[in-house]
């Protein structure tokens, strides 16, 4: 990653890391690069709920301006909603303000191509270029600015052509995380015939996140319980992720969510290749279960962008992660939260089983961490260490598909992770903490 691009574009705490000089400058040259200095592109700019997301999105604005660009506001709409309209308006590219599932103080800058794909490595390395260097262009006085119509209207007219969307006699509990989806999800679930609860969808500029959303699911799980309601869902603070909980209070992971897809694109014969592409922190159980669906799994490193590269790269249209970014690739670019809950309310409405019946099929084995103490500098060596690969090997080959051994290095802190899985969680925890106990004899 570079200097100011990260895994999921530019982010930091805003007024340190992330100024509105930087803002500017991105849109000023990013504007540049993606229409080559050859025309006036248009750019469609999208926030979150965050105070920050009005100053970021004049600097943009300016940015764009200053090189003729014609910038088309869409205002507060989910990340997901970007990509999409960018698609049917025919620009250039997206841009989304959003530090996703982050505290208020941080915000964020995202990038779409016009098609709907976050940009490649290579672009935003041109584009970190020019920053860096700062590029003479020329200004140019031909820029504008609008207010899109409707933008919401775009974006659900596109994901109801590919759903039925009919959710009556469904009782759910819907989680706005006080981010992004909290005007669009609840009128988009009470017009579709559902009887709808709503929590945290009131934004005041530093509540998203905060208590609520699908990085923190207790109030949620209160709320289903308390309402006596079939399924209850969570979307991060712009809404490119989702996770659920059934109806007896129990939490439905990404994991368990692309099972159930999977399954059903399966049976339909709508999967492509019959794969899956997951994570290498997708539980054990994700795999073994496809596999009894007669279907194969495809990991990746951590992170949507990789999971969507491996898609793109083989023709899969199904993937994600267990934080809950799911990539429906036939509907959309990019992990859609609105798109996944329309996926599973979908299988809900047409099963005779509860959500807590259906999140049951898929068997979630026990996991172990435990970390072993070394030094920034040997933290990767027991990739070459003989003896403790060779200890990786024997387990392995003791759970025989059973279970698997998960190493990796912190980038942070001078660790390295054991993660284990399996059946039986007292062997789990005697396998990971000697295999710990051996990568710091080895590594300290």
């Known amino acids: 990653m570079g200097k100011f691009f990260g895994t999921d574009g530019v982010r930091g705490v805003f007024g340190e890391e992330l100024t509105t000089e930087l803002a500017y400058q991105l849109g000023r040259y990013g504007a540049y690069i993606l229409s080559e200095g050859s025309h006036n592109p248009k750019i469609v700019i999208g926030k979150d709920t965050r105070i920050s997301g009005d100053p970021l999105e004049k600097a943009l604005t300016d940015g764009i301006i200053s ?183 129990c939490i439905i992971d990404g994991d368990k969510i692309l099972h159930l897809v999977g399954a059903k694109l399966k049976q339909e014969g709508r999967l492509n290749k019959d794969t899956v592409v997951v994570t290498v922190m997708s539980n054990i159980g994700l795999a073994i279960d496809l596999k009894d669906c007669g279907c194969k799994s495809v990991k990746t490193n951590v992170g949507d962008r990789y999971v969507l590269e491996e898609m793109l790269k083989e023709g899969y249209n199904l993937g994600g992660e267990q934080s809950g970014h799911v990539i429906l690739l036939d509907h959309n670019t990019t992990g859609d939260g609105l798109l996944t809950a329309v996926s599973l309310l979908t299988i809900l409405k047409e099963e005779t089983r509860t959500a807590a019946e259906l999140s049951s099929l898929m068997t979630s084995y026990p996991q172990v961490l435990v970390n072993a103490k070394v030094t920034n500098q040997t933290k990767n060596d027991y990739l070459t260490d003989e003896v403790i690969q060779k200890r990786i090997s024997e387990v392995e080959k003791h759970f025989d598909g059973q279970g698997r051994v998960l190493i990796r290095p912190s980038g942070t802190e001078p660790l390295v992770r054991v993660m284990i899985e399996g059946k039986d969680q007292s062997e789990l925890n005697r396998i990971a903490t000697d295999l710990a106990r051996l990568i710091e004899e080895r590594l300290a």
């Open 67 to 249: 090189v003729g660009g014609k910038v088309v506001l869409a205002g507060v709409i989910p990340t997901p909603a970007v990509a999409v309209i960018a698609r049917e308006i025919n620009a250039d590219a997206g841009i989304v303000i959003s530090a996703s599932h982050n505290p208020y103080q941080f915000n964020g800058i995202k990038f779409f191509n016009g098609a709907g794909y976050k940009l490649s490595d290579n672009v935003e390395n041109q584009i970190e270029k020019c920053i860096i260097d700062q590029l003479e262009i020329n200004d140019r006085s031909d820029g504008s600015v609008e207010t899109l119509d409707q933008p919401e209207k775009i974006y659900v007219d596109h994901i109801t052509k590919g759903f039925s969307c009919d959710f009556s006699g469904i009782r759910m509990v819907l989680d706005c995380a006080n981010g992004a989806s909290y005007r669009i999800a609840p009128k988009f679930f009470i017009d579709a015939g559902a009887d709808v609860v709503v929590i945290g969808h009131e934004p005041d500029g530093k509540n998203i996140n905060d208590g609520y959303g699908s990085t923190c699911l207790d109030k949620l799980s209160e709320h289903v319980l308390l309402e006596k309601a079939d399924i209850g869902i969570a979307f991060d603070g712009d809404a490119d992720r989702c996770l659920a909980v059934d109806n007896e209070g």
